[in-house]
């Protein structure tokens, strides 16, 4: 199957900093990229979807402005977190989908731990 | 409005015996379903998924799931347990736009 890999896969950062984390589709194009953020033994929450060259949707209760999301070429979506805080700490998954309805592949993740 | 439920957190097992994860769900569609697992420090990966077609949908590693309208669930099963098998499963209902929303999660553990 395709491949989607996140960078890096964890990160550690004090409060009040920025931190980017990179999603990449390794072997096909994504048409539509997805960023999702899971709490320790919770499920998976859909945070945003990014079309590639347009901005991204947010889901409701989702910062904009401190989940700044860019999809500025096929294969590449970016997930900054602004000024991040404590609360911020999780897992962002990622997904990557080729054209249509096609199936998501998920990348492996990014634990984010901020001080 | 769409969402899932998967009622176990946990589920242990022993090797070469049935495994069932339990899953129901609730869509104002005519829902997509999935199963997938997720492997410690690796991507999740899609099991199975059922798209209207037979309900008896077959996936990868022996994997099988039933879809059962009359009681809004979509169970997974195997019939022999492997230790390779032990990861944590998610049940996921599709909806409109695509947008999937993820039960919370079951933990399967393969004992010897």
């Known amino acids: 199957g395709a491949v989607v890999s996140q960078h890096p896969s964890w990160v550690i950062c004090k409060s009040g900093t920025s931190v980017k984390i990179e999603c990449r589709s390794l072997?096909?194009?994504?048409?539509?990229m997805f960023w999702y953020r899971q709490f320790p033994k919770q499920s998976l929450m859909l945070m945003a979807t990014?079309?590639?060259?347009?901005?991204?949707?947010?889901e409701q209760g989702v910062e904009k402005d401190k989940f700044l999301i860019n999809h500025a070429s096929l294969t590449l979506s970016t997930l900054t977190v602004t000024s991040a805080h404590p609360e911020d700490s999780s897992f962002y998954i990622c997904?990557?989908?080729?054209?249509?309805?096609?199936?998501?592949?998920f990348g492996p993740g990014t634990r984010l731990t901020v001080l | 409005a769409q969402s899932v439920t998967q009622l176990d957190s946990h589920v242990s097992v022993s090797e070469g015996t049935p495994v069932l994860l339990r899953c129901n769900y609730s869509?104002?569609?005519?829902?997509?379903l999935f199963w997938y697992v997720q492997h410690p420090n690796k991507g999740l990966q899609l099991l199975l998924k059922?798209?209207?077609?037979?309900?008896l949908v077959k996936g990868i590693n022996g994997f099988e799931a039933e879809f059962k309208k009359s009681e809004t669930s979509f169970h997974l099963t195997k019939p022999s347990a492997h230790m390779s098998d032990a990861a944590e499963y998610f049940c996921?209902?599709?909806?409109?736009?695509?947008?999937?929303?993820f039960g919370t999660g079951t933990q399967l553990k393969v004992e010897l």
């Open positions: 072997d096909f194009q994504a048409t539509t």
């Open positions: 059922y798209t209207s077609a037979a309900t």
């Open positions: 990014s079309n590639e060259g347009s901005k991204a949707t947010y």
């Open positions: 996921v209902v599709g909806g409109g736009g695509n947008k999937l929303t």
């Open positions: 869509s104002s569609y005519s829902p997509s």
């Open positions: 997904s990557a989908r080729g054209g249509g309805a096609g199936e998501q592949f």
